[in-house]
């Protein structure tokens, strides 16, 4: 059982930066891929950005691309999402996830593989 808990959310104009953390709980955090997804009032869920069980490969959304920045510390549990550039079409409730992953480098796009998730950060971007 993995326990999932973002901070690091609020309220910001368009443009600044903000730093989303999620920490895990229990010793098996290496052994899972991790992701960022988000969601929006009206809208599916959607992948955000994902990364390997050791750090070395990522994955991102179009979208987000050049301007977030997934990284994770396996020593702390821990895993990170930078957001420079913020759009307001960021606004969104940013959720953290894990995939348990048998590869080091296997990085987890799709939804159904995250077995566990965190409760949520809401991510407010005004313009």
């Known amino acids: 059982q993995v326990q999932l808990v973002e901070a690091g959310g609020g309220l910001v104009q368009a443009g600044d930066s903000l730093r989303l953390s999620c920490a895990a709980s229990?010793?098996?955090?290496?052994?899972?891929?991790m992701g960022w997804f988000r969601q929006a009032p009206g809208k599916e869920r959607e992948f955000v950005a994902g990364?390997?069980?050791?750090?070395?490969?990522?994955s991102y959304a179009d979208s987000v691309k050049g301007r977030f920045t997934i990284s994770r510390d396996n020593a702390k549990s821990t895993v990170y999402l930078q957001m420079n550039s913020l759009k307001p079409d960021d606004t969104a409730v940013y959720y953290c996830?894990?995939?348990?992953?048998?590869?080091?480098?296997?990085?987890?796009?799709?939804?159904?593989?995250?077995?566990?998730w965190g409760q949520g950060t809401q991510v407010t971007v005004s313009s």
């Open positions: 996830a894990a995939a348990r992953a048998e590869s080091a480098t296997t990085t987890v796009r799709a939804f159904t593989p995250y077995n566990y």
């Open positions: 229990g010793r098996t955090f290496s052994t899972y891929a």
């Open positions: 990364v390997g069980r050791t750090g070395a490969s990522t």
